[in-house]
């Protein structure tokens, strides 16, 4: 199965992102999975958190040259919302 594209990313209140893919679909993504991880500690912090960008091509979000998660994360580990 092709995984759909994200077209956009919605950060919300306790470290969960909103993301809408290709297909229509929206998924609630927790991001405090992550958090425990060295690399993804920054996102702990709310301003930068907000940060968030859709990669050129949809294939990932990302917060800066060192943090980022794949559309395949984001749609395999993300709850899907009606």
């Given amino acids: 199965m ?10 919300e209140e306790d470290h969960f992102l909103v993301v809408l893919f290709s297909n229509g679909e929206r ?4 991001i405090n999975r992550l958090t425990k991880s060295e690399m993804f500690f920054p996102l702990k912090n709310p301003a930068f958190f907000k940060n968030v960008s859709v990669e050129s091509g949809g294939y ?9 998660i794949s559309e395949y994360e984001l749609w395999e580990h993300g709850e899907k919302m009606p």
């Avoid at 998924?27 to 927790?30: E, I, S, T």
């Fill in 27 to 30: 998924k609630r993504y927790d």
């Fill in 2 to 11: 092709m995984i759909p594209r994200i077209q956009s990313a919605i950060p």
């Fill in 60 to 68: 990932a979000v990302s917060w800066n040259s060192e943090i980022d």
